[in-house]
């Protein structure tokens, strides 16, 4: 699928290239090293509006439809991954819920502080009982006059440690099952609210995860997003709508790896010849931008469908699917291209490869999509 630009998309694009290049790349190392985001990168990206991409222009952001933003999470994409989902969470999951379904109170207090990044925004869905069984929530809210309490825990949450407001999905009323759930924004300062330690991980250094614990937690009722309960539905809409962003990061990624491995298998020789002349490398890098190529169709059409606001349940669990498995595949040859090299932890090679791997389990595993696809599927041949 061809896309057509917009000047202004396309001068933004150069320009969060350029910024790559020159400001995060360097600093790749030791954001891997130090597992921490140094601030002074954080402020620049501030001041380049990187924190508002999602948010109308009303309310201080870019006002970026779907299909730009795409354009944009490509090249972000293309540098160290902790940094590029720091941006992505926030301005994906941590901030769409607000401007979808927030209503305009709720958009004028918070939507200027997160498109700035002076607020960081986070997802609160998973918990311990309730990862790919996302109805299975234990966190409760229960009404007492004009506040609900929470009570529960939440964990993997990306951004915790930094948040300042919080998506939270908890149960107002246990019999009624995925009706019963409702989401609720919770600043970080909310009594009753614990963060974390930073989780540590296998990759994605530098993005910060935690648990939340809930111990009467109380929350304005007027912080409720949304209608009561229609938590579920918000958190599916939320998830569904952002995972053409998600997927055209990994995209960026994988072209990244692919513009390593064509650089190192024409440099690097064996047997007198650079490896590029050798028919297994060669077919390797050519299955690699096929499917770069493949995946680059699919997500800027999903992309387009969001922004037409059509329903696009399996399209895009499709391409969170197709696309998580698209860079692992591409990471695995990257390693395979660059042989010893591609396995020690000074090449970008490994980070890339390990990086990938929380893309088939983060915002629904691989097994989810396939579910949530066969159901489609099921609605449609009916």
């Known amino acids: 699928m061809n896309v057509q630009l917009e000047e202004d998309i396309t001068a933004l694009a150069k320009t969060i290239r350029d910024f790559i290049k020159h400001e995060v790349d360097p600093l790749a190392m030791e954001i891997e090293e130090q597992d921490d985001i140094p601030p002074n990168l954080v402020e620049k990206s501030k001041e380049m509006g990187l924190f508002g991409l999602s948010i109308p222009e009303k309310y201080g952001g870019l006002g970026i439809g779907m299909v730009g933003k795409c354009a944009l999470y490509e090249e972000i994409g293309k540098t160290h991954n902790g940094y590029t989902t720091l941006i992505g969470a926030h301005s994906g999951i941590g901030s769409?819920?607000?401007?979808?379904?927030?209503?305009?109170?709720?958009?004028?207090?918070?939507?200027?502080?997160?498109?700035?990044?002076?607020?960081?925004?986070?997802?609160?869905?998973?918990?311990?009982?309730?990862?790919?069984?996302?109805?299975?929530?234990?966190?409760?809210?229960?009404?007492?006059?004009?506040?609900?309490?929470?009570?529960?825990?939440?964990?993997?949450?990306t951004n915790a440690p930094i948040a300042g407001l919080f998506t939270v999905m908890a149960v107002t009323d246990a019999s009624k099952g995925a009706k019963g759930i409702t989401s609720f924004l919770v600043e970080k300062d909310s009594p009753g609210l614990a963060v974390g330690p930073n989780e540590k991980k296998m990759g994605l250094k530098g993005s910060h995860s935690a648990e939340l614990v809930f111990e009467n937690c109380e929350v304005p009722e007027e912080n409720v997003l949304g209608?009561?309960?229609?938590?579920?539905?918000?958190?599916?809409?939320?998830?569904?709508?952002g995972r053409a962003g998600l997927v055209a990061r990994n995209l960026g990624s994988c072209q990244k790896l692919l513009d390593l491995c064509m650089a190192f298998a024409q440099e690097r020789k064996q047997f007198n010849v650079p490896i590029i002349d050798h028919q297994a490398i060669a077919h390797m890098l050519a299955e690699m931008a096929m499917e770069i190529e493949a995946l680059r169709s699919f997500t800027y059409r999903v992309a387009s469908l969001v922004d037409q606001e059509k329903r696009v349940i399996k399209e895009a669990a499709m391409l969170k699917l197709y696309g998580s498995?698209?860079?692992?595949?591409?990471?695995?040859?990257?390693?395979?291209?660059?042989?010893?090299?591609?396995?020690?932890?000074?090449?970008?090679?490994?980070?890339?490869?390990?990086?990938?791997?929380?893309?088939?389990?983060?915002?629904?595993?691989s097994e989810i999509q396939k579910n949530i696809i066969s159901a489609q599927l099921r609605k449609e041949y009916s």
């Open 227 to 241: 209608e009561v309960g229609q938590g579920y539905v918000n958190a599916l809409k939320i998830l569904a709508n």
């Open 96 to 157: 769409v819920g607000v401007v979808e379904m927030g209503n305009e109170e709720q958009k004028a207090k918070y939507l200027p502080q997160l498109a700035s990044g002076e607020m960081i925004g986070a997802f609160a869905l998973t918990e311990p009982a309730a990862g790919s069984h996302a109805t299975n929530l234990k966190t409760t809210a229960v009404k007492a006059d004009d506040k609900y309490v929470l009570n529960g825990t939440k964990h993997y949450i």
């Open 325 to 365: 498995e698209v860079y692992n595949r591409v990471a695995d040859k990257a390693v395979q291209i660059h042989g010893g090299i591609g396995y020690i932890s000074e090449y970008p090679i490994e980070r890339f490869y390990r990086d990938a791997r929380i893309t088939r389990i983060y915002e629904g595993t």
